[in-house]
């Protein structure tokens, strides 16, 4: 994945110097790894389904629901930067390329998804209840499946949405990782369940 790390010559840049302003599509959050790496231990999941990655960032989940079988996945974030992260990281991994969305989809009417992927999405309290109530209307509407990746930030485990979830798997982080998120040692998965 073409990804900001420590190699990258902006890692230790000041911001005002990096060529974009805060590059979230370039970092692999572990919400992102849990759900990549639960997708791939259980195609059944995406597979035959009709997904949305909402908040793709550089687009691993979506691309491990595509490596499982899904019918249709789209990648959608509101940064186009992103967009353009998900083709290449599409390119580099022999995949064919992804559909993309930029529109902020939280709030609009909703599809009928299959299922609905967002790892690390919980990171704001205004975001985390427009979501909150948006993905209720969409499991309410077309029952669609909802999983949810993150590593236990505050905002989402102080979340009232924490009422409905169940934890579907749990996954250490590695030590690179654990040192890039201020300590998070792990990672899980939950299934939304209103």
């Known amino acids: 994945m073409r990804l900001f790390t420590p190699k990258c010559r902006f890692w230790r840049a000041r911001p005002e110097l990096w060529p974009f302003s805060d590059p979230y599509w370039a970092i692999y959050w572990p919400g992102g790894q849990a759900l990549t790496r639960f997708l791939l231990d259980n195609p059944g999941t995406s597979r035959g389904k009709k997904v949305l990655d909402l908040g793709s960032g550089c ?9 499982s079988g899904a019918s249709h996945v789209l990648a959608n974030d509101i940064d186009p930067v992103a967009t353009t992260a998900i083709k290449m990281n599409c390119e580099l991994n022999n995949l064919k390329p992804l559909s993309v969305s930029v529109e902020n989809l939280i ?47 505050a905002n989402f485990e102080n979340h009232k949405i924490q009422k409905w979830l169940c934890e579907l798997a749990h996954y250490e982080l590695p030590l690179c990782v654990t040192e890039e998120n201020y300590g998070l040692t792990s990672s899980k998965v939950w299934e939304f369940l209103p």
Do not use: N
């Open 59 to 67: 687009g691993a989940s979506a691309m491990a629901a595509s490596l």
């Open 107 to 153: 709030g609009t009417k909703s599809e009928d998804w299959d299922l609905i992927l967002l790892g690390d999405m919980f990171y704001d309290t205004k975001l985390s209840d427009g979501l909150h109530s948006w993905l209720k209307q969409c499991v309410s509407t077309h029952r669609t499946q909802v999983l949810i990746g993150d590593p236990g930030r």
